[in-house]
């Protein structure tokens, strides 16, 4: 979509909210990520094995960065009520469940301990790290934000999609589960509230700043889902 600033895009908006202006200007996108052909067979359960594990190998390099950078959120938050939900979910999502979902599910389909230690990174693999460590230096905090929004808003919306019922295989069911619910749903309106929190008080350089770290997150969501279909 085009680049509409926000202070015009609000005027006539329904929903005026920051997020929303950085969701809908990261259109198409951001539908494709949601309604991706290889989220859709995670949530039917029919990935094949040999396609979850390279998925899954290369999402456990991601997460590493995706971690490291929840902690430059709470470096960088600017008050210590926003620094407390990073800090719960860095102890009790990222650091627990993630990590046995992760080491239970490639060891079922397979991978080797080489393969969640330093497996060679696909392009946008490699493509998502620069991009979670430049917003991780920046210690810019809406930068932070946007990359985390997007990596956990996305997720929420293909796994919300999800119907009944769910797939008997745990690597597929459980990875569903990661990503919706009432917690994980709570989870992704704190950042998106941080972000209508900050983004309408930052200068139209600030905020368009924002946006691009935000599309460029969506455009890498898209790019990850297509290596996982082999596309
Ligand atoms: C490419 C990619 N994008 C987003 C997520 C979602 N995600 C990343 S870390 C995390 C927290 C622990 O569940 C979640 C939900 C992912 N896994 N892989």
Redesign the pocket.
Known sequence: MDLVPYDEWRASAVDPAFSEWLRSLSEPEWTAVVNHPFAASITRGDVADDDMRRYLI??FQ??DS??ALLGAAVASADNFESRVPFGR?LGE??TT??KT?FHRALAALGATPADLASPPLEPVTAD?RALMDEARTSLDYPLVLAVLS???W???GWASLAGEPSPDNFVHREWIE??EGPV?RAWVGFLRGELDRLGPGLTSEGQLRVLDFFRRAVR??LR??DMAAGA
């Open positions: 290369q999402d991601f997460v995706f971690t979910f999502t990222a469940e993630e979902y998502f997007v990596a956990e996305s997720y929420l990661l990503h994980f890498l969501e990850f889902f």
